[in-house]
Structures are given as C-alpha cells and as structure tokens.
C-alpha cells in the first residue's frame, strides 16, 4: 500500500477550505489519519475514503462552528494562509482565494462542503452525493443553490497577480502618505472592508462601505500609529497580501489582502485577532 500520508496536503486544503480555520482543519486530518491506521479499513480507493471521512467531520464541526460565529464579537474572518511572496503560483489544491473564502460564510456547511468539493477539487457530483450523504441529483441542487446565495462567480478572483500587487503597493502608499486623493483613484465605489479583531483588539465592528468612510476609519487608526509598524510583502492564500509588524517586537500585528476587479478595490481584509496571527 502507498503512504497514505501522500493524501494529506489534500486532506488539509478540502478541510480548510470548508472550515476557514488552519488548526481546526489540521486536527480534524490527524484524526481521520489516526482512525485509518487504528481500523485499517479495507477499502478499494483510500484517497476517496478518506476524502469522504473528512468531508463528514468537517460538515459536523462546522455546524458547531457557525453557532460560535454568530456571537463572534465584529466580523469573522478565516485564519489566512501567509507564505513568502516567492513561493510558487497558485495550484489546484491551494487554498482558496481569501475573499471567496469569506464569502462562503452565507452557506450552510453541506453547501458550503459541496460548493468546494465541485468549484475548488472538480469532484463529479456522483463522488459529491457520496461524502455529503445526499443522492445524486440532490448534490447538483445544493451546489447550484450555493452558487445563487453567492449571488454569482465574480470575474474579479481571475484579476492577475501583478494587478492584484499593483494596487496592493498602491493602497499601501496611500495610506502612509495619507493621500486622500490617491486612495479615492484606487477604491472602487462600493468597496467593502473588513477588520477582524475578535474583540481582543481594536478593528471595526462592522464591515465599512464605501470609499469615504474607509478613509475616515484608516485616518483615525493610522495618524499616530503607522510610524511603528514595518511592512513585508507576502502571499495570503495564495494572493498580494502585506504583514504589519511592530518595529519594537518584531511582532506581527496585522494581515492584510484585498480583491480586485483588476481596476480598483473592491475588498479590504484586515486580519487582527492574535489567535489568527500564528507565523
């Protein structure tokens, strides 16, 4: 028999895509690996019984979750995958673009697991109907109801790396030279951000919209505190994202990504929470 562990890196990333959570997604493989080896089930394809094991765990843990979400003190962001900005392009079996990620909170979690397991693996949906527990024709449903909650595939996740560095960079500037101006060329006009802080740290309780609250929230946190902080340019989840750190610790304060329509910002992500800052 081959190593199972060669499943794991996919085990990992339907497990993170489906929870959002980095620790939570890693305990859950452990588990599904430790089962296998205790049991050692006889099965013909162990990738798919181990996908499927997987698949079941994290619907369940899921449900739990959301129930801790709803009194998540401010907007809940997932965990963000940081890695070097030299790391390799983006392939299958990645996590998901970040922005996507957060949108995946308006389904429930077989949506949720059946939506990933179509649009981010290409699982048919006869092996989908299997790991949700749904017949067949049920699975083609939930996903197509999925993708009518998400309201539609936004054209903007396809905007290229360099656009997505380009503004990234350009917002970054603006920001330190408290350009007004600049910031307005470069946010569209119904730009969103959101600022995680899961009530252990200052970020805004509610997600910002529009050009000119943001930059009134931005001026008020940034006027006497940007001095402090160094910033490193990283991918998170695989796309332009920046850390803030504290000159003074070395510490890491926030993670920051955006989404794009390839022209100006439309998403605004600021990661704040200690418990999701783990480099």
């Keep these: 028999m081959k190593d199972i562990y060669q499943h794991r890196p ?15 997604a890693e305990d859950i ?18 990738k798919a019984y181990l996908s499927r094991s997987v698949v079941n765990k994290c619907i369940d843990r899921l449900r739990a979750l959301k129930k801790e979400r709803e009194v998540y003190k401010g907007p809940w962001l997932p965990v963000p995958i940081v890695s070097e900005i030299s790391a390799d392009d983006r392939q299958s079996g990645d996590p998901l673009p970040y922005a996507l990620l957060t949108m995946l909170e ?49 054209t903007r996740y396809e905007a290229s790396m360099e656009e997505r560095q380009r503004l990234l960079n350009a917002f970054l500037d603006a920001c330190a030279r408290q350009d007004v101006t600049a910031l307005k060329e470069i946010l569209h006009k119904d730009v969103v951000m959101y600022s995680d802080g899961g009530g252990k740290v200052n970020a ?76």
Excluded at 10 to 24: H, K, M, P, R, T
Excluded at 208 to 225: E, M, Y
Excluded at 246 to 257: E, F, L, V, Y
Aim: aromatic share 8%; glycine share 4%.
């Design 10 to 24: 996919l085990l990992f990333s339907i497990a993170y895509d489906i929870l959002g959570e980095v620790q939570e």
């Design 29 to 46: 493989v452990q588990d599904v690996l430790e089962i296998w080896f205790t049991k050692q089930p006889e099965v013909q394809f162990p």
């Design 106 to 154: 308006k389904l429930n979690p077989v949506e949720r697991a059946a939506f990933i397991l179509r649009h981010a693996f290409d699982f048919p949906y006869s092996e989908i109907s299997e790991m949700c527990n749904v017949p067949e024709e049920n699975a083609r449903q939930i996903v197509h109801r999925a993708q009518e909650k998400l309201q539609k595939p936004r």
């Design 204 to 279: 805004a309780v509610v997600p910002v919209h529009g050009p000119d609250k943001i930059i009134n929230f931005l001026a008020n946190v940034l006027r006497d505190s940007l001095h402090k902080f160094e910033l490193k340019t990283v991918l998170v989840n695989g796309s332009a994202g920046a850390l803030l750190i504290h000159k003074a610790t070395g510490q890491t304060d926030t993670i920051c990504t955006l989404e794009t329509d390839g022209q100006r910002i439309t998403g605004l992500y600021f990661v704040r929470n200690p418990e999701k800052i783990s480099l």
